[in-house]
């Protein structure tokens, strides 16, 4: 090629002069992160059409240039794309440089690979930690994934990179303020990860899923919860998504446990659709469904067939034990065999890191089992059907799964085709034979047989880990038949609503908040059912109390349904709603509201006349609920085996109790409470518990309520609250 001409040298002379001085001034605006950016956005389209040559001669003053903006303040809009410019002529002008902007400067989490860029910068490393911050989608490609590992294995960065991801779970948070003294901590909030490194740390995080082993399934787990659920950090779930997303895509038994591990906590829509996607993508490479995957993947914690491990400390054997569908017990007894809950001294003090351990595993093990039966529960929607052996395996012999199963009525079905109903409790008690197994739901059954299983329920006193025997049923009304696509059968209530949707959490349900932003003036609460195929929409929205900008009462309205096509939901008439789908959804809804109603809140008979106060009338003192009916068939059952059954009796939808003063009638709905003979209303705020020893065949804390009001009043004469004997007065029936 021919020499450059004196003109082309003068000109690309006066260019490189041009971009000197631009450059110079604006690191002069360092303070100003927001001038700072628009400088470089304009000098920067100018020394990137400079040749190699005068880059180089460029190259101090760019790399004082990056570290000054490294450091300062730039909105986060403005940062990315500057970023990126310096970073690419930094990288022409010297391979083996590693800009300070692409590792943070202080973090605490990048410090092995930021130590070793500055101790011992090399080319390779510099390639190593720009192909991580290259990541910029929640999942790479198996190009980056190639890339990334023959990368990293000539940088030699295999430990950095470990010790980068068990910082980002286990250290504490880097704080700006930490360096100015007299300054709390606390006042601050705290990130992870500041949002214009969230690239990098992505990388990290994949980089360590791909080459970390056992120690990186353990620390992407608690990396995913850390940074998705509020603690000492600020969530992010950029980064949430990729321990998530990276967990999904490691073929080990450790990584789906984990993954399982995590259904429970996360609470965040997004990111709980990245674990069903990393469950589901799982489930895929095994050949298997989804749902078969997360039951062969629940976690025994190393119990025996049991349900329980032991470990000898010195002179005492400590034991970690599932007891029944709701409760893990720890013991230690001693050589004289005298057993106790709580850790002997000489236990707490020869022993301390063991019992630590055994602390540890009975909380992940009552998690487990909390998990497991509200897994369980959702089965209640789905016309599921096991192969025998399959069920033996993953449920009644399972160490955990099994404690839940074994006090819930399965049906098997021998090779005459029939399904028969029994408890599996015991192996081999039940379904010797059988070909195939299913979950028993009364709305399949017939009347005479859901009679007969509450009867058995009863009077062998088996506490269901969930309600089974007694669970209502919800059919298709001829208004819901008639609406064809809604029912109002539960619109029209007052509700509290902080209540209702902390019970949406709590039932699994996802929902917006209430209030006034864009998005929070109509609720739409959405739970899913029949295995995710299914999805119910319950309707509501702010009651304006006249008050402060906080929504404290919402009206129901309408329930919807719709069905998955693909990644789509569409909306679907209520006679294509299965039966079961249909059943569970509605009892929720009946739930939600029974539970939040102001009907039910003893604390509004107090509020006088204002405009709720008719509803509040006709709904706490109305027609039953299908719950209600329920809660009315267990009465019938109880009531005979206590000691006040004398003084009650069923009266339609109220209980009457007959005191010493006076005779009483508690709604089965509502639990509120009239006197005879004026019906006047009784205001008892929190009523006792009814007595430990009573049985009860399902959890129900409304039926707990109404019998500890029974056996209060029945015994009227003995009350010593002093409000409550204002009102009943000293009338004797």
Known sequence: MPDATPATEARTRDGLETVQALLARACESGEDGYRFALLLQEVLPAAERLDAGALRGLAP????????????????????????????LLAIVDEAYLPEGVLPVHGTWAAPLRERARAAPSAELARFVRHLASLSAPRPTLKWHRACVALMDEAAAREDVAECLRA??????????????GTDRSCWYHHLVEPHHGDVARGIVWAGALTGGAEAVLRLRSLALRASVSGDVVRDLKVAGAAINALGAIDDPRA?????????????RALRKQLDTALQAAAERQGITR???VERTVPAHGLGPDGAVERTLGGHRARVAVEGAATVRMTFTGADGRASRTAPAAVKDGFPEELRRLKALAKEVRATLSSERARVEGLMSEDRVWPYAEWCEHYRDHPITGAVVRGLIWEFQGEDGVWRASLPVGSGA?????????????????????????????????RQP???????????TPAEEETA??????AAHIVHYRRLYALFKERGWQANFLGPHDGGYNGEARGEFGGGEWRACFYHEPVDDGGDWTVEHAATDQVRFERRHGRRWCEAPLADVPPLVFSEAMRDVDLFVGVTSIAADPDWADRGEDRHAAYRRAAAFGALTASAEVRRAALERILPRTRIAGRCALDGRHLVVRGELRTYRIHLGSANVLMEPDGAYL????????????YLPFEDERLSLILSKAFLLAADHKITDASIRRQIGGVIT
């Not at 980002?168 to 003294?181: F, G, K, R, V, W």
């Not at 789906?256 to 965040?268: K, N, Q, V």
């Open 256 to 268: 789906l446990e984990a993954l399982w591990r995590l259904r429970a906590p996360i609470r965040d």
């Open 485 to 490: 696509t809604y029912s109002n059968r539960y």
């Open 430 to 462: 039940a379904g010797g034979g059988a070909a195939r197994v299913r979950l028993w739901h009364p709305i399949r059954a017939a009347v005479d047989e859901v009679r007969a299983w509450r009867e058995r329920v009863v009077e062998e006193e088996i």
């Open 683 to 694: 205001c008892i705020v929190q009523g006792r518990r009814p007595p430990g020893t009573l």
């Open 291 to 293: 749902a078969q995957l």
């Open 168 to 181: 980002l779970a286990e250290d504490a948070p880097y704080c700006p303020h930490d360096d100015a003294p």
């Open 61 to 88: 003053l760019l790399k004082r240039v990056e570290g000054s903006f490294a450091r300062a303040d730039v909105p986060i809009g403005y940062r990315q794309r500057v970023d990126r410019r310096l970073q690419a």
């Open 466 to 476: 969930f309600k089974q025997a007694f669970r209502e049923i919800y059919l298709l």
